[in-house]
């Protein structure tokens, strides 16, 4: 990898890495937040409403991966990078100095409320184009590998978070957890963003884009062309990357706190067990890429999608019957191995998919619709149906399903003859 892609590389992961990192604390601390925002006699409700306010930050998205996505296909990647940054580290930091609902009432929610949806908007411009950015400054022969580290630096952004929310839990009493220690996280968060403002602004603007601008290829109206023009295509990728946002937001998000309110394991033990898997992921993310590059994306995805469809429901089963962490862990590293293959090459299927022209708008649109629809309203529909039924095991079903439409939909997907500019 020549020097000028690994500092390009590098400056895109370490801004991901950061950002996601703020946008995960609040998934992590739900449990809390839910008591201190939205207080209530029954403590599923109070977790539920914290969902609730998670799955707000995600209707934000599209919103912003449409204006994002204009800027990034307009004016270039790299104005459109560094501004999703700044709107991460404001919100993040107003976030952990708001008072609770004992202390201002009403408008301590409603304020919760306002600064996740800005973060969502953030979020909705900033996954797409760190996939875009950092593909189109390699060769299609290595696109696997090195759009790979875009979802490898959210993942690493994530452990840090629940590495973080793990670390306060063991070195906090529960009433300084509560009180104060939920709050360090988000206000250091500030600091670790305006260094990826920083780093971000030094970084070139993408070859492929650069080579748009000058053959007067570029769209007047980037997201309006998506439609028109690729529709079959973007409703296709859109079902294959649910797996990806299913998968993640039940398992990385959701289980946190189900393995401890659900279960019964202590919720240092659930975090740890997080942890862990996250940094299993991150690890197959890279090596499934890598393999996409040599024989191919469809193949690697659909076998992670049958994994899924035959694994879930059974290792599941075996986490619902029992509280022994050493089963839980092994049981959540397989499910982690499934995650990662299927992770890995879907930044090269969806560059790949989608000309240069359009590719930002394309892939926010993509995100933005399978996030918000599936990933950001997993935990609180899952929370909600298990509350509901009494089953534990309606995290395993809807991941399955979720598993076999993505299936079908990865067979439909023709592989690209040429990447188009």
């Known amino acids: 990898m020549r020097k000028s892609l690994v500092k390009t590389v590098a400056v895109s992961m370490i ?108 979020m909705g411009g900033n996954y797409s184009g760190s996939i875009t950015f950092t593909s189109e400054h390699t060769n299609p022969k290595s696109r696997g590998l090195i759009g790979s580290f875009a979802v490898a630096s959210c993942l690493l952004g994530i452990l840090l978070g629940s590495a973080t929310a793990a670390i306060l839990s063991f070195s906090l009493l529960e009433d300084q957890l509560y009180s104060w220690g939920w709050r360090v996280p988000f206000i250091i968060g500030i600091l670790i963003c305006l260094i990826g403002y920083y780093m971000r602004r030094n970084i070139p603007e993408s070859p492929e884009y650069v080579l748009t601008q000058e053959t007067g290829k570029i769209q007047q109206h980037p997201v309006i062309e998506v439609f028109r023009e690729h529709g079959s295509t973007l409703t296709k990728v859109i079902f294959a990357v649910m797996l990806h946002d299913l998968s993640f937001y039940i398992l990385f998000v959701y289980m946190a706190s189900y393995l401890s309110e659900n279960i019964g394991i202590s919720k240092n033990a659930a975090l740890t067990i997080n942890t862990i898997n996250l940094l299993v992921v991150s690890f197959v993310t890279v090596a499934s890429a890598w393999l996409s590059d040599h024989i191919g994306r469809k193949p690697v995805l659909i076998v992670s999608a049958i994994m899924f469809i035959v694994g879930t429901i059974p290792l599941l089963t075996i986490v619902t019957h029992t509280t022994d962490t050493t089963t839980i862990l092994i049981v959540q590293m397989i499910l982690a191995i499934a995650v990662g293959g299927y992770f890995g090459p879907l930044p090269a299927l969806m560059v790949e998919s989608y000309p240069t022209s359009v590719r930002f708008s394309a892939i926010a649109v993509t995100t933005n619709v399978s996030g918000p629809l599936f990933g950001g309203t997993a935990p609180m529909l899952v929370a909600y149906l298990v509350n509901c039924t009494g089953s534990n095991l309606v995290p395993a079903y809807y991941l399955t399903a979720g598993a076999v439409f993505a299936l079908m939909s990865l067979i439909m997907i023709k592989p690209p003859k040429t990447t188009e500019i």
């Open 15 to 122: 801004g991901n890495l950061f950002e996601w990192f703020d946008f995960a604390l609040f998934g992590y601390f739900a449990p809390i937040i839910g008591k201190l925002f939205f207080p209530s006699e029954d403590h599923t409700t109070e977790v539920i409403s914290a969902f609730g306010v998670f799955a707000a930050g995600f209707l934000a998205r599209p919103l912003g991966g449409i204006i994002f996505g204009h800027i990034g296909d307009r004016l270039g990647r790299k104005k459109a990078l560094v501004m999703t940054i700044i709107l991460m580290a404001v919100p993040t930091a107003i976030i952990g100095c708001l008072p609770t609902y004992t202390q201002i009432g009403i408008a301590s929610p409603i304020l919760l409320i306002l600064m996740r949806m800005l973060q969502g908007l953030s």
